[in-house]
C-alpha cells in the first residue's frame, strides 16, 4: 500500500520550570493513501503533540528532539520521501493547506473575525493557487463581455503575474494606494471559487454566507468553513484534531458524515484525532492507540475493537459504557504518569494487571503479531 505520511521515532520534549516533559517517546505512526486513521488515547497522551511535531507547529517551551517525518510526493511515477524536519520554513508554509491542511477543535480560533467567509476560504486560493487564479482572470479579459478600463495593461500584468508571482513590479504595485488592488479579478475568481467550496460542503445559500463575518454563524456552520479553507486546495492529507469535540451529537454526526463523503471525492487520506472510541469504529480504517506518549497499538478498526491485544487498549475498550450495561463501569485504575518523571520501562505497567518483571526494565518494541496488527507489549515478546 502506499505511503502518505510516516513518523519516524519522534521525540518530544517541553522544558518547563518543572522539569523537562517527555512527551513523545519515539513515535512511529504511518498513515496509508485512501485510509482514515485514528489516533485514540487518554487526554495527555500526546495525541496533538503528535500531529503538531508533525506540522512543526509545537508552541515554545517545547521542541522536536529527533526522529524523522517522512512526506510521501509522487514524482514522475515514482515515490520520493521529503523529511519534513529538515525542510525550511517556506517549504512548511507551501506544503500547509496544499498537501497537509489541518483543522482543530475550537473554529473561533482558527477564523478570523474581522474578515468575511468568503474573503477567508479565498485566502487559501490566494496564497496556494495564484498560477490557475491569473490563468483564469487573463481568460475573462479574454472573453468580449468583461468590461475593463485599460484591457490591455491588466492583460500584460496578470500575464506577467502567471509567469512570475514574486516579480518586482509587483511588490511596487502592492505599495501604492489606490492601485495596490491591481489584482481585483484574481480576488473575485478566488472569492468565486470559495463559494463553490462552500456550497460543497452542504451549505445552503453560499453567496449569502460567503458575505458574512464568523459571529454570524452557528458552531456546527463554522466548524463546517474552517473544513472547507482546509479542503480549498484539494490536500492529500486531512489531519482533524477532535474536530468534532466541541459539537453537539448531530452536528458531528452530520460533520463525520461529511469527511467521510470528501474523502471519497476531495482528499486521500484522514488522520482523525479523538478520544470517542465510537467515532473511531464508524469512520476509521486503522487506529493507533497512544498511552503516555508511546504508541502500544496499531491495528485495522475491526480487529481491534474484535481482538484488542494491549492491556491499555483492553482496560480501554472496557472503560466504554455499553448499551446493556450491567454492574458497575470498569476504570482503568492508577493515574496517567507525570511526564517529568515517566515510569521506566513500558509507560503503563504501574498499572497494568499483567506486569512481569522487564515490564519495568525494557521499551518495548512495537512488534508485529498479525495482519496489520501490531501491539508493543512484553506478553507478546520473545523474552
Ligand atoms: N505547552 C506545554 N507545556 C508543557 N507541557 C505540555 C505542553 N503542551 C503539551 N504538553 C505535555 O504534552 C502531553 C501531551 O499533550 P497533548 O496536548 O498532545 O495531549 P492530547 O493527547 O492531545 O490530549 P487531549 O485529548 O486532552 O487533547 C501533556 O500531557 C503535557 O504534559
Ligand atoms: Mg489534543
Known sequence: MKKIIETENLRTNFYTYEGVVKALNDVCITVNHGETFGLVGESGCGKSVTVRSMMRIIQSPGKVESGKVLLFL??????????LLQQSESYMQSCCGD????IFQEPNAALNPIMSIGEQVAESFLFHRKKSLS???LERLNAQDCKVPFKGI????????HEDENAFVFKLLSHIPLLNRWDFLIRQEAFK???EIISKLGIPHAEDIAVQFPHNLSGGMKQRIVIAIALACS?????ADEATSNLDVTIQAQILELLKDLKKKHISSILLITHDLGVVAETCDRVGVM???SLCEVAESRELFGNPSHPYTKALLESVPKFHQEGALKTIEGNVPNLVTPPAGCRFHPRCKHRMDICDKEVPNLLEIGKNHSVACHLFGDK
Not at 498537501?99 to 489541518?102: C, F, K, N, T
Not at 491588466?154 to 503575474?161: A, P
Request: proline content about 3%; hydrophobic content about 40%.
Open 99 to 102: 498537501q497537509i491542511s489541518m
Open 135 to 137: 490563468e483564469a482572470s
Open 291 to 293: 498511552y503516555a506518549g
Open 154 to 161: 491588466f492583460k500584460n500584468l496578470y500575464k506577467k503575474y
Open 235 to 239: 490536500p492529500m492529507l486531512l489531519i
Open 74 to 83: 509522487d514524482e514522475n511515477g515514482e515515490q520520493e520521501a521529503v523529511d
Open 193 to 195: 471559487r470559495a463559494v
